[in-house]
């Protein structure tokens, strides 16, 4: 049986070759390569996606541009307002005040002097009424913010993107009784428990430290983590209900590949596409809630700075003898520029990786 | 149907005794207790004070004690709140039995004089959230890339992505110190739920205008509607009559998760707005471990979301014939 196959395809060499140049002039395009040109092709995303590219850039190197501190408080009656980058490009003032930053950052700091010694850029988005500047404020907000999103993010996608795809691969039983545990899930007003766990956090805090080394933010992005996940794991599990009956799947069953190896290996880098879409859109509401538990006093603490509290901030001084716009405008602008574009960003991939969902909101 | 209804039953009993059960006992495995002060107390004073709310029980004692409606005081010392004469008879008779800290009310009077305000506001911004979303979502449908439909979704798009309280801010802006047109907090009159209504309904409306935008898209270029075209219907009467209805099925199933949201939401804008409602209670209660009153209003959210979630549902069936219960 191998002898006739070998023969029928033992070619000569040249045959071989002409054969082979056949098949080099037509260039597969791989689900990725065609996902990129799709986003290319689609302006608004495209655009999203540079700005996102710049702001966090931007935001990355934080310590290293000529800004002002943004904790160093000078003490003043009122917020002052900005001062146009025309009116005064900078001045000689910067003091080295921070909050504990980590080893990496001090350097980027050290760096920075270096480079601009005590230059800094005047107060183009004005100050807060401790004197702190609002552009430094938020540049440095958003490396909380980020992170909180990106960490918490991670969490969901670890634990929804196992749930799913465990419970889409067993289905049966197993499969409906995991979905069980979803739906009740979804119906439990989550907040409660978040406020509850966190306010437990902030009483054993020391302890957390102490003993297990754990930092309370780590745990500020478990938790938001940890309620972000159902509707990655009901996604997952569509996804791989209907990929588990493929043949590839089959394939690997028959050449005697573990479940575990199944799921993990074959089954989850095919439902990527659409996890990435859902990041993209899970890190907008982490984000938002992050400064919704902010406003409630239970989010990222002073001194340290994430876009949660500086729109809490904003929104604390409004008041009817004098409207500090420049405290709500610039953080929200902020905030809603780059939500937005995550957004835009998130439609434009699920039409680009998505040809089905193409159009559709 | 009943069969339905009967196992969501079942599965909402499951639910409630999951909630009540991890915040029951989330709550007391933290230090510090509902009599914590600035001032300490006698000793003898907090043992009575213990004694008298059976914190000093077992825990497991304790819980049973809340739910059921029975009496496990060995002495028959029944625990009574509020003004003292009712004995506490256990969640499962609707008592959610007396608050800790506001001493003179039970947690049912709180909840009895804080629940309507919320409901009317909710309802207001839930008003809010369907007019505007829908009128966004189907004008931005029948006029698709026109100028209208870029600049709605970008509205829209703008709404989801901006925290509530910072629209609030706006808005208070806005309509209170440059154009004094509405109060700018408190609660009383019908013009004092305007603003928050709104600033608590905005995103909402915005995720609606979307998903009733790509439903409207759906329905519109299935093939009954071109017949209803082609048999001469004016487009009016179309839209009205046989579009409407299935493209605006994604937005009934959103009306529970939106609930639900509005809930979690009116926590932020009755705190800036200070109007006495629910969610206010709840997070004082949170951080005062005001044990009952924080389990009653936790309690009453858990049951408000599972019975919207069960009506929308329902009313799901009753719009898209195609949709069978039992799969649900």
């Keep these: ?361 | 149907m009943i069969r339905f209804l009967l196992r969501r039953l079942l599965w909402f009993g499951l639910t409630l005794l999951c909630v009540v059960s991890v915040s029951f006992f989330l709550m007391r495995s933290v230090r510090g207790g509902p009599f914590d002060n600035e001032r300490t107390l006698n000793p003898a004073i907090e043992r009575n004070m213990q004694a008298r709310y059976h914190l000093d029980w077992p825990q497991w004692k304790q819980f049973l004690q809340y739910i059921g409606p029975l009496n496990l005081a060995e002495d028959g010392a029944e625990l009574v709140g509020g003004d003292g004469t009712d004995p506490f008879g256990g969640i499962l008779t609707g008592d959610f039995g007396p608050s800790f800290k506001y001493r003179d009310f039970t947690v049912n009077d709180i909840i009895g004089q804080s629940l309507p305000i919320s409901v009317s506001l909710g309802s207001i911004a839930l008003l809010w959230a369907l007019v505007l979303g829908l009128t966004a979502g189907i004008a931005s449908a029948l006029y698709r890339n026109s100028k209208t439909d870029v600049a709605l979704r970008l509205a829209a798009t703008t709404g989801i992505a901006l925290p509530n309280f910072v629209i609030a801010g706006f808005l208070v802006i806005l309509f209170v110190f440059l154009m004094p047109l509405l109060p700018v907090a408190g609660y009383g009159t019908p013009k004092h739920l305007i603003l928050p209504g709104f600033a608590l309904g905005a995103p909402f409306a915005a995720y609606i205008a979307r998903l009733s935008r790509t439903g409207m898209l759906e329905v519109l270029s299935q093939d009954h509607i071109r017949t209803a075209h082609a048999k001469g219907l004016p487009s009016r009467l179309v839209l009205l009559r046989h579009a409407i209805k299935g493209g605006l099925l994604p937005v009934v199933s959103y009306l529970g998760p939106a609930t639900a949201g509005i809930l979690t939401g009116s926590l932020v804008i009755e705190r800036i707005f200070a109007i006495p409602g629910t969610g206010s209670h709840f997070v004082n209660s949170a951080l005062n471990r005001d044990y009952t009153l924080s389990m009653g209003v936790t309690i009453l959210y858990t049951v408000l979301v599972y019975g919207l979630n069960t009506l929308v549902d329902l009313a799901y069936t009753f719009l898209d014939p195609r949709i069978k219960l039992e799969e649900s």
């Excluded at chain 1, 495209?46 to 700005?51: E, I």
């Excluded at chain 1, 990435?276 to 239970?298: D, K, Q, R, W």
Aim: glycine share 8%; charged share 20%.
């Design chain 1, 1 to 361: 049986m191998s002898q006739v196959t070998r023969e029928r395809w033992d070619l000569g060499g040249t045959q071989m070759e002409e054969l082979l140049s056949d098949v080099a002039r037509f260039k597969g395009e791989s689900l990725w390569q065609d996902a990129w040109r799709r986003l290319k092709a689609n302006r608004a995303s495209w655009y999203a996606l540079v700005f996102l590219m710049i702001f966090g850039g931007i935001s990355l190197l934080a310590p290293v541009l000529p800004l002002p501190s943004p904790t160093a408080i000078d003490l003043q009656i009122e917020p002052q307002p900005p001062v146009a980058p025309w009116q005064e490009l900078g001045n000689d003032g910067f003091r080295r005040e921070y909050w504990d930053l980590n080893a990496l950052d001090e350097s980027l700091v050290d760096l920075r002097q270096m480079i601009f010694g005590d230059w800094q850029l005047s107060n183009w988005m004005g100050t807060d009424a401790k004197g702190r500047d609002i552009l430094s404020r938020i540049i440095w907000g958003s490396r909380t913010s980020i992170l909180v999103a990106i960490a918490a993010t991670l969490c969901s996608l670890l634990i929804g993107v196992s749930y799913g795809a465990v419970s889409g691969f067993f289905g049966g039983r197993i499969d409906n009784l995991m979905m069980r545990i979803v739906d009740v899930l979804y119906s439990i007003p989550f907040i409660f428990v978040v406020i509850f766990l966190i306010t437990i956090v902030n009483e054993y805090r020391t302890e957390l430290e102490d003993s297990w080394g754990v930092n309370r933010e780590v745990v500020f992005y478990v938790v938001i983590g940890a309620i972000y996940w159902l509707t990655m794991a009901r996604v997952v599990r569509g996804q791989v209900l209907s990929l588990r009956e493929t043949e590839f799947v089959e394939a690997a069953r028959v050449i005697g590949a573990s479940s575990a190896r199944i799921v993990f290996v074959h089954l989850v880098p095919n439902v990527l596409s659409i996890v990435i879409v859902y990041l993209t859109l899970t890190i907008p509401a982490v984000m938002l809630f992050e400064a919704f538990l902010s406003f409630l006093g239970l989010g990222i603490e002073p001194p340290k700075v994430s876009w949660g509290l500086l729109a809490v901030d904003g929104s604390e001084v409004i008041n009817p003898v004098r409207i500090y716009w420049w405290l709500i405008v610039f953080p929200a602008a902020a905030m809603g520029a780059t939500l937005l574009a995550l957004n835009v960003l998130g439609d434009g991939l699920r039409d680009a990786l998505d040809p089905k969902l193409r159009g559709k909101d």
